[in-house]
């Protein structure tokens, strides 16, 4: 009873966060009312499928119709956007547990690239032909504009599981920072230093009289600065504060992003926004493995099991497996096979 009734709440919260981020993302739809360059939802969905499972589908599902009911089309057509919504989050979460670690898909570079190309990449494209056939079929969109629709859902579908979904997943399972006066101090000037080149690049800050100089490049070192000096969720924070950032300056007709229509300098953006999330977070894995192979790890003086940094031990195979390119197989060195054979000899 007691976990049904918090599968419930769960489900509740689901739905009202899906819901205000939707009404969010499509207040930036401009070629279609269903259709926006930018949807946090998609990476709200994943997030919660692959931390608590498939028990999280109903308030996704409920969420994702409650948005299109609310917006556009007619009953049938937002059962079916939220059939392929919801159906994108658990295809992209079963694909990420598969083949890409699960909820430590960001913990490694390789497994950073498999998230980008099943979750990210080929699992969006479920909601944007499921959504956009559906309002072909009901008329609620004309057949030609098709493709432009369809691109803009599925790149703002990309973007939310490349931005939002790290974000949301290594905060979920390492809900703590830990940093000591010096980090916090350094995490602070980090921050400052996001904000105003977040402001020259996208906010207009420039001294001069235009307002899209192609500076995309400077806050990049901001977020090699994250990966390296902190990690992996640190790095997905940063990533997070520059789209929103960038989005609301493009918005406003600053940044190298601007094109002839809002929503096509939008899908400039998040395109530039979803690789730098890759490489950033690709980066922050890497450091943060070098790191913790070199640093004092935690070992059990008798099962040899190592403590990794949720607080959970782990045999000393899986550890460094999980951690490196390093694959174990199992003997007995000439010591070991000598006290085996005693033992067996006095059996």
């Known amino acids: 009873m007691v976990r049904l009734l918090a599968t419930a709440a769960l489900n509740l919260v689901l739905t009202g966060a899906y819901f205000a981020s939707g009404k969010l993302g499509l207040a930036l739809a401009f070629v279609h009312p269903s259709a926006s360059p930018v949807w946090p939802p998609t990476g709200l969905a994943l997030a919660a499928l692959l931390v608590f499972g498939p028990r999280a589908w109903p308030g996704i599902f409920l969420g994702a119709y409650l948005v299109n009911a609310t917006t556009h089309g007619s009953v049938a057509t937002s059962l079916a956007i939220a059939f392929g919504n919801t159906l994108e989050g658990v295809l992209g979460a079963f694909l990420t547990r598969e083949f890409a670690g699960g909820r430590a898909a960001f913990d490694h570079p390789q497994s950073v690239f498999r998230f980008t190309l099943l979750a990210g990449l080929a699992a969006t494209t479920l909601s944007a032909t ?11 969109a004309g057949w030609r504009d098709y493709t432009s629709i369809w691109l803009t859902w599925w790149l703002g579908d990309a973007g939310g599981a490349l931005v939002v979904t790290p974000f949301l997943v290594l905060w979920s399972h390492r809900p703590r920072a830990r940093w000591g006066r010096r980090a916090a101090l350094e995490m602070a000037a980090l921050l400052v230093a996001l904000f105003a080149a977040g402001q020259l690049v996208f906010g207009g800050w420039l001294p001069v009289g235009a307002t899209n100089y192609p500076l995309s490049f400077l806050p990049s070192p901001i977020l090699v600065w994250a990966a390296f000096r902190f990690g992996p969720r640190e790095t997905a924070t940063v ?4 789209s929103a950032m960038a989005v609301s300056g493009t918005l406003q007709g600053f940044g190298p992003f601007v094109w002839t229509t809002p929503n096509e300098s939008l899908l400039l953006l998040q395109a530039f926004m979803g690789v730098n999330a890759v490489v950033a977070l690709a980066f922050a894995g890497l450091v943060a493995n070098l790191r913790v192979l070199r640093g004092l790890l935690s070992i059990c003086a008798y099962c040899k099991r190592i403590r990794n940094e949720t607080g959970r031990w782990e045999t000393l195979e899986t550890y460094i497996e999980r951690r490196s390119e ?4 199992h003997g007995l060195c000439p010591e070991c096979g000598d006290k085996q054979l005693l033992a067996l000899a006095h059996t």
């Open 326 to 329: 390093a694959e174990f197989t």
């Open 130 to 140: 499921i959504g956009v056939t559906s309002l072909s079929v009901a008329e609620f």
């Open 239 to 242: 990533i997070v504060l520059l």
